[in-house]
């Protein structure tokens, strides 16, 4: 069953500004994972945040994750058009073995 | 090198075929996974291997069958395929004992059943 929600589904954006995506999910998690799918491609995964950890930073990248809302957020800063791609979280079960449950995306458009 | 390889990256087949698509991940991780996307990019996972064995069978139709030779390789059979089973299949790995649960996915296969 799908746990992750993404939000917004797509995001246009001018390079140089901030893109925020957000997810929201259903169930108890171990971490939360963000990947990026460029068209055509692969997933390749960005960063990982656990459950007991509230901010992570990746280079331009920043993470947030609310426990109590079941939701977490992923800001890219001073986007840049090789930024354009859809971007998934994905949630690793509390137990068991670590399967990812992933949300539908956001497909993020970064003009020059 | 590449992590994780799936071939064929294009696959187009007539209903009724049978067809496989080969993975392989070079990283030493112990749990594989076959995943689909659909035309609205949402994935989902279908099988989950580890060691070899099947941890992990999603609501899949028997038509579907994974086979796991060695923990290297997970590949995936598909009989009678329908118009339904065009996706994007993706091959992926990790190794969730380590502590963290990051996934390696290969490029991709775009099956399309005419």
């Known amino acids: 069953s799908q746990q992750g929600e993404e939000d917004p589904q797509a995001l246009s954006i001018q390079e140089g500004e901030n893109a925020t995506m957000n997810c929201s999910y259903k169930t108890s998690i171990n971490n939360l994972q963000w990947y990026r799918q460029n068209s055509g491609r692969g997933l390749v995964h960005l960063i990982l945040i656990r459950s007991n950890e509230r901010e992570k930073h990746s280079g331009r990248l920043r993470v947030t994750l609310d426990t109590s809302k079941k939701s977490s957020s992923l800001l890219i800063t001073a986007s840049r058009a090789a930024d354009t791609a859809s971007y998934f979280c994905?949630?690793?079960?509390?137990?068991?073995?670590?399967?990812?449950?992933f949300g539908k995306g956001t497909m993020l458009l970064v003009s020059p | 090198d590449t992590a994780v390889s799936q071939t064929p990256k294009y696959l187009v087949t007539q209903m009724g075929n049978d067809k496989s698509i080969k993975c392989e991940q070079n990283?030493?991780?112990?749990?594989m996974y076959w995943y689909k996307q659909d035309s609205k990019k949402f994935l989902k996972i279908m099988f989950s291997?580890?060691?070899?064995?099947?941890?992990i069978n999603e609501t899949v139709p028997n038509r579907f069958s994974p086979k796991s030779p060695d923990k290297a390789h997970l590949n995936l059979h598909i009989n009678s395929l329908e118009l339904g089973d065009s996706a994007v299949y993706f091959c992926?790995?990790?190794?969730?004992?380590?502590?963290?649960?990051?996934?390696?996915f290969g490029q991709g296969t775009r099956l399309t059943v005419v």
């Open positions: 994905a949630t690793a079960p509390l137990t068991g073995y670590s399967t990812l449950t």
């Open positions: 992926a790995s990790s190794q969730p004992n380590r502590g963290y649960t990051e996934a390696f």
């Open positions: 291997y580890n060691n070899k064995e099947l941890i």
């Open positions: 990283l030493g991780h112990d749990t």
